[in-house]
């Protein structure tokens, strides 16, 4: 995507999930890329998306939780052809151990479903922790809160947004 274009509103089913609600509120540039999630395929959530809205693998980003300590919640943001390092995420934190969070722990902690958990507009909020390979890119893709939902906006409102550090944590 060359050209960052704000949203034109409120259309379609997707339009109203909390990530794309609080890119509105906050008047942040962003697109949004709509796409039909296929149950049956046989790629991740994020490699189906980056494929369905022709973007770079690298440039279209995952959202996940861990469990670091014992006993927070953080969220990790990586590319979707890359793994959340969780040593690395946990120093990131100031922390010495991490684990991934049970799915259903995801799900209540950020009100949405696994496969479209945003890193925007969660139900509360958890330190985060963006890799650096999204600095190196104009935009980048992330859930809109939905399996089937993508949407594209600067590296910085993403940092911004979900007041994230950014740190090597793929690998």
Not at 63 to 84: C, Y
Not at 95 to 106: D, F, S, V, W, Y
Not at 137 to 164: H, I, Q, W
């Amino acid at each position: 995507m060359a050209k960052k274009s704000r949203s034109s509103g409120r259309t379609g089913a997707h339009a109203g999930t909390p990530a794309v609600a609080l890119l509105e509120r906050e008047r942040v540039a962003h697109t949004l890329h709509p796409y039909e999630h296929d149950p049956s395929s046989d790629l991740s959530y994020g490699l189906e998306a980056a494929a369905a809205i022709g973007a770079a693998p690298e440039q279209v980003l995952k959202t996940l939780l861990a469990v670091v300590d014992g006993d927070d919640l953080v969220v990790g943001i990586v590319p979707v052809d890359r793994q959340l390092d969780l040593k690395a995420l946990a120093r990131a934190v100031g922390g010495k151990r991490a684990t991934m969070a049970e799915p259903a722990a995801a799900e209540r902690a950020t009100g949405y479903v696994v496969g479209g958990i945003s890193p925007l507009g969660q139900r509360h909020a958890h330190r985060t922790v963006l890799d650096e390979s999204a600095l190196t890119f104009a935009v980048v893709y992330v859930s809109g809160g939905r399996r089937g939902l993508d949407v594209c906006l600067s590296p910085a409102d993403l940092l911004r947004l979900t007041a994230a550090s950014p740190a090597p944590i793929a690998r």
